[in-house]
């Protein structure tokens, strides 16, 4: 499932990640701390192990996107307990609940979600960081009702001290930053069907009302490109995406 790494940023940013994991190491238990470090040399050395099955949950921010299937994907196969937590939003689809159903996710409210985004796009303003914000805090309150110790999420750019990190009591993982996992490798993990484009019914509003808004999008996608999670190409859609709303 997972290949070594031969590119030069990407093995700094693995090494960096283990010593990221060291430092949570006490907050973990022993045989989480060791496969994850089987994760991290299988990465940098190609070192294979055997991937029983550990007595270990960890919850999964799944939206049933790409990078947060990937994750649940590689944690099942790696040998821990994931068990998938989706924040149901109003702006979901029948088929990304259809496809978190699938998954056995457990659903959770997310309370003054929707009047919160209406109001920022009303007045114009960003809601991606107000939405994600959101979307953590009633995920980490059901993984700490579910008993994980590890929060597991999709992020691709958190890379170092903030791969991996406790965070009142739980530890935050974002795996794909933590094994260096870039876009194209995410999409041939999920079997290499995905459709490249921004998929927020509620980012296509606040588009159409602040038009001034696409270019956070754009220098999100610019951060990513610059990480090596994108590629230029894949940048190039994006962005066009972005601009064509």
């Known amino acids: 499932m997972l290949t070594p790494v031969k590119d030069p940023i990407k093995r700094y940013r693995l090494e960096y990640n283990l010593e990221a994991l060291e430092r949570i190491r006490e907050k973990i ?101 107000r939405c994600h914000s959101m979307v953590m805090d009633a995920v980490e309150r059901k993984a700490r009702k579910l008993g994980a110790k590890i929060l597991a999420t999709g992020d691709m750019l958190s890379s170092g001290l903030i791969s991996i990190y406790e965070k009142n009591g739980i530890v935050i993982l974002n795996l794909p930053a933590f094994l260096a996992l870039d876009k194209s490798e995410i999409i041939k993990l999920i079997g290499g069907k995905y459709r490249l484009t921004f998929g927020c019914p509620l980012l296509w509003r606040l588009f159409d009302r602040a038009p001034s808004t696409k270019r956070l999008a754009l220098q999100r996608v610019l951060r990513e490109t610059r990480a090596k999670a994108l590629t230029p190409e894949m940048a190039v859609r994006l962005m066009v995406d972005v601009l064509k709303r």
């Open 29 to 129: 238990e022993e045989k989480a701390y060791s496969r994850l470090r089987d994760l991290l040399n299988l990465r940098l050395k190609g070192e294979g192990f055997q991937r029983t099955p550990l007595e270990v949950r960890v919850a999964v921010a799944f939206s049933a996107g790409s990078d947060s299937t990937a994750t649940l994907k590689i944690l099942r196969w790696a040998g821990f307990d994931a068990v998938p937590i989706t924040a149901k939003l109003p702006q979901m689809s029948g088929e990304t609940l259809w496809k978190a159903r699938s998954e056995g996710a457990v659903f959770v409210e997310v309370p003054g979600y929707l009047e919160s985004m209406e109001e920022l796009i009303e007045k114009g303003a960003p809601i991606c960081g």
